[in-house]
T-cell receptor
Framework: GENVEQHPSTLSVQEGDSAVIKCTYS??????FPWYKQELGKRPQLIID?????GEKKDQRIAVTLNKTAKHFSLHITETQPEDSAVYFC??????????FGKGNQVVVIP | DAEITQSPRHKITETGRQVTLACHQT?????MFWYRQDLGHGLRLIHY???????NKGEVSDGYSVSRSNTEDLPLTLESAASSQTSVYFC???????????FGPGTRLLVL
């Protein structure tokens, strides 16, 4: 089955700096790549997603880029704020409505 | 507003007991999923359903079962609870055509 890996496992950034989290996937048939944010004690919530026919997607301070050849996609957060501190999960799907999740990245924004 | 709910939100049980966790969604989504979340393991799929009377095993299905008798509900049953099943359980749903999954608030289960 699909294997999704996230790096780094923990990322600390100064407030105002940018954060980048990278995910790799194994199945070249995967075509949908969402990112979820999970705050402590809360449910995972979708923050952005991208499909394989698009190379980049942006929504205000967050963006996702996809490299199908290398089978990796990245989450970019610019001008980080304390409320960006959370665990971020990437996932991949090949159109069967199932998601394979990575193990998550802890992002800590230092004020 | 449409939503997805889980109950109970917290549960303490004893080893060997049968436990059922409820999941209810009002989006009329065909697809429903159960995950468990443990530190260091992320979200692991337990069971999923693509519609009424359809159920499928995920990657960590041993010791769990589900049934889908209507569109709104997918209860998760632990047949004989084990300490290894102490975890946070999330239910999620998605529409038949889209793949965005929306998560419930979670159930924190402690098996003593």
């Amino acid at each position: 089955g699909e294997n999704v890996e996230q790096h780094p496992s923990t990322l600390s950034v100064q407030e105002g700096d940018s954060a980048v989290i990278k995910c790799t996937y194994s199945d070249s048939a995967s075509n949908y790549f969402p990112w979820y944010k999970q705050e402590l004690g809360k449910r995972p919530q979708l923050i952005i997603d991208i499909r394989s026919n698009v190379g980049e997607k942006k929504d205000q301070r967050i963006a996702v880029t996809l490299n199908k050849t290398a089978k990796h996609f990245s989450l970019h957060i610019t001008e980080t704020q304390p409320e960006d501190s959370a665990v971020y999960f990437c996932a991949a799907s090949k159109g069967n409505n199932r998601l394979a999740f990575g193990k998550g990245n802890q992002v800590v924004v230092i004020p | 507003d449409a939503e997805i709910t889980q109950s109970p939100r917290h549960k303490i049980t004893e080893t060997g007991r049968q436990v059922t966790l409820a999941c209810h969604q009002t989006w009329n989504h065909n697809n429903m999923f159960w995950y468990r979340q443990d530190l260091g393991h992320g979200l692991r799929l337990i069971h999923y359903s693509y519609g009424v009377q359809d159920t499928n095993k995920g990657e960590v299905s041993d010791g769990y079962s589900v049934s889908r008798s209507n569109t709104e509900d997918l209860p998760l049953t632990l047949e004989s609870a084990a300490s290894s099943q102490t975890s946070v359980y999330f239910c999620a749903s998605s529409s038949g055509r889209g793949e965005t999954q929306y998560f419930g608030p979670g159930t924190r289960l402690l098996v003593l």
